[in-house]
């Protein structure tokens, strides 16, 4: 199961190991409970720390109890933790055997303050790169508090648990049998559901904070090169951000973020956050922006409402809030998201193993999701609304010789349909000839394209006709003191590195808007 390399960094990691535990196997007589075993065995011969012992007890099967010996602490997986999962296997196996986690100590504190008795079970995919957050964050809240208990299950493995609980997108967290939460969560927003009061709690502390020199609004790549450029310049910044790492937490594969030939999404958002934290700037995580209030004088604060009822104020502030996925805005496609509408084909894909499946959008990231499928469903139907596609000729050639794939050009998707409880096909318009035709299918896949997230800018700053923020060359909008950065912007060529440039030029901009002000402006904190 472990290559040499593998063995090594592992034999590594495990002599991190403080407390014995042991790998608790329910097994059967399948060739995946042998694949396990033979994993669980590799893996208890490089520590004298870990044993092996069986117990088939279990109804899940092939399944393993991650336990602390002589105490109650413990994980299982469901399935064989491999592919996007082997991290949150190795960082379960450390934190079982009492090596202490990087999580803040206050969020610790809350972790083992929850009062209540908390079975979780989370479904996730190899595949998807969103789950390894939402199962890590829950063993380590089970190894915190001892009456959260976590399964963390591979669907693809325990399909008739899929079919009966009718997940058709994943993560899925269930919590005590009945649904909890769906898509990537870590643990502050798992707490922030269990425990309600900690929204009000965080907000209070917000809006007590001084003002801010910077005050950045997003936590992607742009939203975190402009804070470091800033507190590089020694000034007070601050980031508040929905979710930091933004939109490249999503994205699968990364090769051209130039010096780093490969990475993926989740790696790269965490090294950024690293990153950031080196220099000491004030980040608020899970906090949507909701308002933004312009100073009345040149010199005076910016003041940013967030949707927690938290209020900040700064002497300049430089949005980055980022793109979203943009939906087809179609009868059907809200009632039946994650029940058949997804739009993440890397996450979701071995969920439809077998099965019919439509790909919406016929781009770069429509053809790549096509193909991707194409390996896994029984048939993929690509629908474009234009007359050819627009993907690069070299992934066109690609789609063309698969066998299990038809391409729809001149569509219009009109409609998902369903029976109530998850997809069974999708209504097109013929552009060419306006007939209307229905493919009987079970999932969709929508790729076309990003919108801003400026909603909340509406009347406050200059936005194009599509939402974008409109900024000159030095990333200023229509408003002094205030700067854009990243996809949220006019700039062209929505790419993670013109992300990280247009944020350390936003942030630049800033700086030398502060150090312009008039010598009677308000400026006591660029000088402390």
Excluded at 211 to 235: C, M
């Amino acid at each position: 199961m472990l290559d040499a390399n593998l063995k090594t960094q592992l034999k590594t990691y495990l002599a991190n190991i403080v407390r014995p535990i042991e790998l608790v196997a329910s097994l059967d007589g399948s060739g995946k409970s042998r694949e396990l075993e033979a994993l669980l065995g590799e893996i208890a011969a490089l520590s004298d720390a870990v044993s092996y012992v069986r117990d088939d007890g279990e109804a899940r099967r092939p399944s393993f109890l991650i336990r602390r010996v002589g105490t109650d602490v413990s994980v299982r997986f469901a399935g064989i933790p491999m592919g996007h999962e082997f991290t949150s296997l190795v960082l379960a196996l450390l934190q079982v055997g009492g090596h202490p986690s990087k999580l803040a100590q206050e969020v610790i504190e809350q972790v083992q303050a929850l009062d209540g008795d908390f079975a979780f079970e989370s479904y996730f995919s190899l595949s998807c790169q969103n789950c390894p957050d939402v199962v890590q964050a829950l063993n380590l809240m089970s190894v915190l508090n001892p009456r959260i208990r976590h399964v963390a299950i591979e669907g693809g493995l325990f399909q008739d648990e899929v079919t009966a609980r009718q997940i058709m997108s994943v993560p899925a967290i269930f919590l005590n049998g009945e649904p909890f939460g769906q898509g990537r969560m870590n643990v502050e927003q798992i707490l922030a559901k269990l425990d309600t009061g900690s929204s009000a709690r965080a907000a209070e502390k917000i809006s007590a904070k001084a003002p801010f020199d910077v005050l950045v609004v997003g936590g992607g790549p742009a939203g975190a090169s402009a804070a470091i450029y800033a507190a590089r310049k020694g000034i007070r910044t601050a980031i508040a951000a929905e979710r930091v790492g933004g939109q490249v937490l999503d994205t699968m594969s990364i090769e051209n973020f130039i010096s780093v030939p490969h990475t993926e999404g989740p790696r790269l958002a965490g090294d950024l956050e690293r990153h950031v934290a080196e220099y000491g700037v004030d980040v608020m995580n899970l906090q949507r922006a909701e308002t933004l209030i312009p100073a009345t004088e040149e010199g005076g604060l910016h003041e940013v409402r967030l949707q927690s009822g938290a209020s900040l104020k700064a002497r300049t502030v430089i949005l980055a809030t980022g793109a979203r996925w943009r939906q087809m805005n179609v009868p059907g496609e809200d009632a039946y998201r994650n029940k058949g509408v997804t739009y993440c084909p890397h996450c979701d894909g071995p969920l439809f193993k077998g099965k019919r499946v439509a790909v919406i959008g016929g781009g770069n990231s429509g053809v790549e999701a096509a193909i991707d499928l194409a390996g896994v469903v029984a048939h993929v139907t690509l629908i474009e609304y234009a007359s050819d596609l627009r993907a690069d000729a070299v992934l066109q050639r690609k789609l063309a010789s698969l066998p299990n794939v038809k391409v729809i050009t001149s569509a219009l998707t009109t409609e998902v349909t369903g029976d109530g409880t998850r997809v069974t096909g999708l209504t097109y318009k013929d552009r060419n000839h306006d007939s209307v035709h229905q493919i009987e299918l079970e999932g969709i896949f929508v790729q076309i394209g990003l919108v801003p997230n400026t909603e909340w800018l509406r009347d406050t700053v200059a936005l194009t006709p599509h939402g974008e923020i409109e900024v000159d060359h030095r990333g200023e909008t229509s408003r002094p003191g205030i700067f854009g950065a990243g996809d949220v912007t006019t700039v062209p060529y929505k790419q993670i590195v013109i992300a990280v440039g247009e944020g350390s030029k936003a942030s630049l901009s800033a700086f030398d808007y502060l150090i312009r002000l008039p010598a009677d402006a308000p400026v006591e904190a660029i000088a402390a």
